[in-house]
């Protein structure tokens, strides 16, 4: 039965070959479940609760994307995304994190609906690339100085902003080599990397005295108190406009990048480029996120660790349904998940940050009109500490620069559009 239903032989993989790819994705991307819950619980959620809801949201991902597009991709609350929901959203803009989960669950069905109609190409080929780069270097930015600042490495300063932190407290020189070691067990291609990095920080400062023990297995926290608590009526102001753009966009790219590399490594891609079952994968994807917002998570999205599982010889759905049941089996870990503390986390933020900032090599150096307002982007997103304002500058200042440069016949309607809507929102705000 499972052979004629992922299409085992048709796919040159084995029952036993898909497991193996399941179990080296969920370690790639399992450092998820320590990382999530505490973003969450900074914008004020039930940490326990919000523990749950990421490992329960990852596993449905998982198991739609498996069952429905039969894809060996796994999915989770997504990095990037999760910061901007805790530090943007809610902290900067004051906004609650039930409204916060509504303008997910809005950017969700939007997603939805580009999914199932010809507004994906539309949206994707209004873009300019460089500005997509911009935004995902951007974001990677904003996870690193999230990262840096939990971890003490840098502090706020009353009169330069920023300074060094205190390097020689015990917990900031755990962050540091957390990072560290990270980096090196990564440059020596050893699986799972940042979940060893994230657990290994954790042992040792249970060992230093930072850490209280609380024991490793126990019962899953109730998730009722975020369970069904997002407000989509608030989240329907004006002035939450940018912010779902914001979160679709990201999302978008973000997906639309993973899955077509993971789709290239597993020869998912035929030689002409087109990509089996691709509008399947990005429903499931879409359709995550909604699922997501309900459940009480950021938005859920495609990871790219899924290469991972893919090297290890995944190649049907199979794979992303064995990542699904793991994350279930992960909800009893919740007394694990609770003694991570902040500073074991900080190095897997900040390699994390550095990672996505590898698309920068693609920017077109020698064109100033599409190189500055990707810099702009990249710069401002974590300067104004905002990822929607972000993106908001990078397209105002696109435009402008190509008008300067008498190069606006080369702006799309769609990057107009999108610029009038964040130019009202700056004249407005």
Request: hydrophobic letters at 55%.
């Given at each position: 039965m499972i052979e004629s239903f992922f299409r085992l032989k048709e796919n040159n993989t084995t029952l036993w070959r898909e497991v193996g790819a399941g179990f080296t994705t969920f370690i790639t991307m399992a450092y998820i479940i320590f990382v999530n819950p505490q973003m969450m619980a900074a914008a004020g959620m039930d940490q326990g609760a919000s523990f749950v809801a990421t490992c329960v949201a990852a596993a449905l991902a998982c198991l739609v994307m498996g069952v429905y597009a039969n894809w060996p991709v796994g999915l989770a609350p997504g990095m990037g995304l999760n910061a901007f929901f805790t530090y943007t959203i809610v902290a900067?803009?004051?906004?609650?994190?039930?409204?916060?989960?509504?303008?997910?669950?809005?950017?969700?069905?939007?997603?939805?609906?580009?999914?199932?109609?010809?507004?994906?190409?539309?949206?994707?080929?209004?873009?300019?690339?460089?500005?997509?780069?911009?935004?995902?270097?951007?974001?990677?930015?904003?996870?690193?100085?999230?990262?840096?600042?939990?971890?003490?490495?840098?502090?706020?300063?009353?009169?330069?902003?920023?300074?060094?932190?205190?390097?020689?407290?015990?917990?900031?020189?755990?962050a540091a080599f957390g990072f560290l070691l990270i980096t090196g067990l990564s440059i020596k291609k050893v699986p799972g990397a940042i979940l060893i990095g994230v657990l290994t920080i954790t042992v040792l400062g249970l060992a230093s005295g930072l850490v209280t023990y609380e024991g490793i297995f126990s019962a899953p926290p109730t998730i009722a108190p975020i369970f069904m608590q997002l407000d989509i009526v608030s989240a329907l102001e004006l002035g939450m406009v940018s912010i779902i753009l914001s979160i679709l966009f990201v999302n978008l790219f973000d997906t639309a990048g993973t899955l077509l590399g993971v789709?290239?490594?597993?020869?998912?891609?035929?030689?002409?480029?087109?990509?089996?079952?691709?509008?399947?994968?990005?429903?499931?994807?879409?359709?995550?996120?909604?699922?997501?917002?309900?459940?009480?998570?950021?938005?859920?999205?495609?990871?790219?660790?899924?290469?991972?599982?893919?090297?290890?010889?995944?190649?049907?759905?199979?794979?992303?349904?064995?990542?699904?049941?793991?994350?279930?089996?992960?909800?009893?870990?919740?007394?694990?998940?609770?003694?991570?503390?902040?500073?074991?986390?900080?190095?897997?933020?900040?390699?994390?940050?550095?990672?996505?900032?590898?698309?920068?090599?693609?920017?077109?150096?020698?064109?100033?009109?599409?190189?500055?307002?990707?810099?702009?982007?990249?710069?401002?997103?974590?300067?104004?500490?905002?990822?929607?304002?972000?993106?908001?500058?990078?397209?105002?200042?696109?435009?402008?620069?190509?008008?300067?440069?008498?190069?606006?016949?080369?702006?799309?309607?769609?990057?107009?559009?999108?610029?009038?809507?964040?130019?009202?929102?700056?004249?407005?705000?």
């Amino acid at each position: 039965m499972i052979e004629s239903f992922f299409r085992l032989k048709e796919n040159n993989t084995t029952l036993w070959r898909e497991v193996g790819a399941g179990f080296t994705t969920f370690i790639t991307m399992a450092y998820i479940i320590f990382v999530n819950p505490q973003m969450m619980a900074a914008a004020g959620m039930d940490q326990g609760a919000s523990f749950v809801a990421t490992c329960v949201a990852a596993a449905l991902a998982c198991l739609v994307m498996g069952v429905y597009a039969n894809w060996p991709v796994g999915l989770a609350p997504g990095m990037g995304l999760n910061a901007f929901f805790t530090y943007t959203i809610v902290a900067e803009m004051g906004y609650s994190w039930n409204v916060a989960l509504g303008a997910v669950f809005i950017a969700g069905v939007l997603f939805v609906v580009m999914s199932v109609t010809p507004l994906r190409a539309w949206i994707l080929g209004s873009i300019p690339m460089s500005l997509r780069i911009g935004m995902g270097a951007g974001v990677g930015l904003f996870i690193g100085m999230i990262g840096l600042q939990s971890g003490g490495i840098i502090a706020d300063h009353p009169s330069t902003l920023l300074t060094l932190g205190e390097l020689t407290t015990v917990d900031t020189i755990l962050a540091a080599f957390g990072f560290l070691l990270i980096t090196g067990l990564s440059i020596k291609k050893v699986p799972g990397a940042i979940l060893i990095g994230v657990l290994t920080i954790t042992v040792l400062g249970l060992a230093s005295g930072l850490v209280t023990y609380e024991g490793i297995f126990s019962a899953p926290p109730t998730i009722a108190p975020i369970f069904m608590q997002l407000d989509i009526v608030s989240a329907l102001e004006l002035g939450m406009v940018s912010i779902i753009l914001s979160i679709l966009f990201v999302n978008l790219f973000d997906t639309a990048g993973t899955l077509l590399g993971v789709a290239t490594k597993a020869g998912i891609a035929d030689e002409r480029g087109n990509i089996r079952d691709l509008d399947l994968a990005l429903r499931a994807d879409s359709t995550s996120s909604v699922a997501g917002a309900l459940i009480g998570c950021a938005p859920v999205t495609s990871y790219v660790e899924s290469a991972a599982g893919v090297s290890a010889g995944g190649r049907t759905g199979l794979t992303a349904c064995i990542v699904g049941l793991l994350f279930l089996l992960a909800t009893f870990l919740s007394p694990l998940a609770g003694m991570v503390p902040a500073f074991a986390t900080a190095g897997a933020l900040v390699y994390v940050a550095l990672l996505m900032m590898d698309g920068m090599e693609n920017l077109p150096w020698s064109d100033p009109a599409e190189l500055l307002p990707a810099l702009v982007t990249i710069i401002m997103i974590p300067l104004s500490f905002s990822i929607a304002d972000g993106i908001a500058l990078g397209f105002v200042s696109y435009v402008t620069f190509k008008v300067v440069s008498g190069k606006h016949h080369e702006v799309t309607g769609g990057a107009w559009f999108l610029t009038a809507i964040f130019a009202t929102k700056f004249a407005f705000s």
